[in-house]
């Protein structure tokens, strides 16, 4: 029996009633797309004594991980040498064409080789991604993340992934590199249909939180104290303990743009027009998103929702200035 402690196997000897490490083989991970959430995410795995060889059209962002560690290579080298390759790409256009281009991963992939997508796409896609990989013998999972950069810089991000159990299990350990809550939902698809369900939940919280500041801020009262006078009862929830601080202090630095989340919830609406499924304030809030786009504000935080509010109300939530 194999166990797991700290992201370190162990096998445990019953003549001798001890525990022994387990020597694997390093592990190689090509790793595509090194922005916001791909840097850290790149850097855990080193820690985690993890292969990484990394790829992006940014060289500057390759580079940046070269000198903590990684490799840079090809996406042929890495289809070559790899024993997983992992995506973190912003739409599904942009995984296809890293998987599928002649001197992409499918074309040159080795016997064995195994793609994690961790991007924000659809279930259709996840779907179709895993068949087209099937025809060249690779095994695919969809595991998209939850938590944004702060959970991204400190491997803690939520992990929810579509696949073989199989396949899970193998890779788990790359998981435990970046992550701390790791689920298998079901087969391809179900990760990534759990992150849309998580951006419905996430976005939907950050324009109820926006509303509410907006009207106490008409209203004349201390945000601040209104903040710390309700975040303890029913209305409390990560998202605000994230995202007020920041809108209080004008912060809308990107940690999840506006633009991604537009398209995620882009594919929310899609996913459940496919389903029959009426989702009236996803699609409001979708309008919202575009309201934003259109002002210019799609590079900002999506705890930019609140400017939204605030310009049609003629109001401006901050801190008390006395």
Same mark, same amino acid.
């Given at each position: ?111 064995? #080789? ?30 998209? !993340? ?27 350990? !790359?998981?435990?590199? @970046?992550?701390?809550?790791?689920? #298998? ?60 601080? @920041? ?15 537009l398209k995620d919830l882009t594919n929310v609406m899609q996913t459940a027009h496919d389903?029959? !499924? ?45």
């Amino acid at each position: 029996m194999v166990y797991n402690f700290e992201r370190e196997s162990y096998t445990f000897c019953v003549e001798k009633k001890a525990f022994y490490k387990k020597e694997r083989r390093l592990m190689k991970i090509g790793f595509i797309g090194l922005g916001i959430m791909g840097n850290p995410m790149v850097k855990n795995l080193l820690q985690s004594d993890f292969e990484v060889t990394v790829f992006d059209l940014n060289k500057e962002a390759i580079q940046r991980l070269v000198e903590v560690g990684a490799k840079a290579g090809t996406l042929k080298e890495m289809a070559q040498k790899s024993d997983v390759v992992i995506t973190m790409l912003p739409k599904a256009e942009h995984v296809w064409d890293v998987l599928q281009k002649p001197e992409g991963i499918f074309a040159n992939a080795h016997p064995g #080789l195994a793609v994690i997508d961790m991007s924000s796409i659809g279930p259709t896609d996840a779907r179709e991604i895993a068949q087209a990989a099937a025809d060249f013998g690779i095994e695919t999972l969809d595991a998209p !993340v939850s938590g944004g950069e702060p959970k991204a810089k400190d491997g803690t991000l939520s992990i929810m992934v579509g696949g073989k159990a199989e396949t899970f299990e193998k890779y788990l350990p !790359v998981f435990q590199g @970046m992550g701390k809550d790791i689920v #298998l939902i079901g087969d391809h698809g179900s990760g990534v249909t759990a992150k849309l369900a998580n951006q419905i939940i996430v976005n939907l919280n950050i324009a109820a939180v926006s509303e509410a500041l907006v009207l106490a801020a008409k209203a004349g009262i201390d945000l601040e104290k209104m903040y710390q006078a309700i975040r303890g009862g029913l209305a409390g929830s990560t998202v605000m303990d994230a995202k007020i601080p @920041m809108i209080l202090d004008r912060n809308f630095k990107a940690g999840g743009a506006i633009s991604i989340n537009l398209k995620d919830l882009t594919n929310v609406m899609q996913t459940a027009h496919d389903l029959d !499924v009426p989702l009236p304030l996803s699609s409001q809030l979708l309008e919202i998103f575009h309201a934003l786009k259109a002002d210019g504000k799609q590079t900002l935080d999506h705890g930019g929702i609140v400017q939204y509010y605030e310009k049609i109300a003629n109001v401006v939530a901050k801190r008390s200035e006395d």
